[in-house]
């Protein structure tokens, strides 16, 4: 078993520097069962949004590709992988864990899962959409992505966001990938790559709204308006 447990600024917030982390973690991973998780009171509370406000059109591009490629790489890892979300796992937190094959959360009338970037005017990156659209089922999949809400635990456990709830997030996410990792590897990893087909690869439609389209929405003076308010509620 591998743990990946995410300690850094700003309740986790995705950035170049959290996104170097992950993919140098997920590669020395290997072909091991990944236990995935967050400190304190974060999963992941979403990307950098300070970051975010700091890019051109340009560095939008390679950081919103950057984190396309990092969602790939957690989704498709062969060998099981559990999410344990042990606080906010909000925007691109609940992407992370909604990579994962398995995710419990902890038990906390306080703790928000959910995709809200609709809300602030962000578009999903083509392979995150591709992700979340194969996840979410059909009768959710409207609610949650356009909806921009954030959930409690009980209402992310209806909707199929998370798998279960738990008081000691921890023991129960071990309890479930040893499980998961005592199944033959090849055979998981087969039925796992064969349920995972065509999911992360981009069409060269989506590549282009991706270009000519989102990418312009996200460098857009209105989307960097949109930021400056959220960052200045914080």
């Not at 400190?39 to 300070?50: I, V």
């Not at 999949?141 to 738990?166: K, T």
């Not at 590897?185 to 999911?199: C, D």
């Not at 282009?208 to 400056?228: H, L, N, Y």
Request: net charge neutral; charged share 25%.
């Amino acid at each position: 078993m591998y743990e990946i447990r995410m300690q850094h600024p700003a309740k986790n917030a995705l950035g170049n520097d959290l996104m170097g982390w992950l993919e140098m973690e997920l590669s020395r991973a290997g072909g091991e069962p990944i236990l995935f998780t967050g400190s304190a009171d974060a999963f992941c509370a979403g990307l950098n949004l300070k970051e975010v406000a700091s890019l051109d059109e340009r560095g939008l591009t390679l950081f919103l590709k950057r984190i396309d490629q990092l969602a790939a790489q957690l989704f498709n890892h062969p060998a099981p992988t559990v999410a344990a979300v042990n606080g906010h796992a909000i925007a691109g937190g609940c992407v992370l864990m909604l990579c994962c094959d398995w995710r419990v959360a902890r038990r906390d009338p306080k703790l928000k899962i959910g995709v809200n970037e609709v809300a602030i005017g962000a578009c999903f990156p083509p392979i995150i959409m591709s992700i979340l659209s194969h996840r979410l089922s059909a009768n959710v999949r409207e609610r949650v992505m356009l909806g921009a809400e954030l959930f409690d635990v009980d209402q992310a456990l209806a909707l199929g966001l998370i798998d279960a709830i738990e008081d000691d997030v921890e023991a129960a996410a071990k309890a479930r990938l040893e499980k998961l990792a005592a199944y033959p590897r090849a055979t998981y990893a087969l039925t796992k790559m064969t349920l995972h087909q065509g999911v992360t690869d981009i069409t060269p439609v989506a590549e282009r709204r991706f270009r000519e389209k989102e990418v312009p929405i996200w460098a857009s003076a209105e989307m960097k308006s949109r930021v400056d308010a959220v960052l200045g509620k914080r």
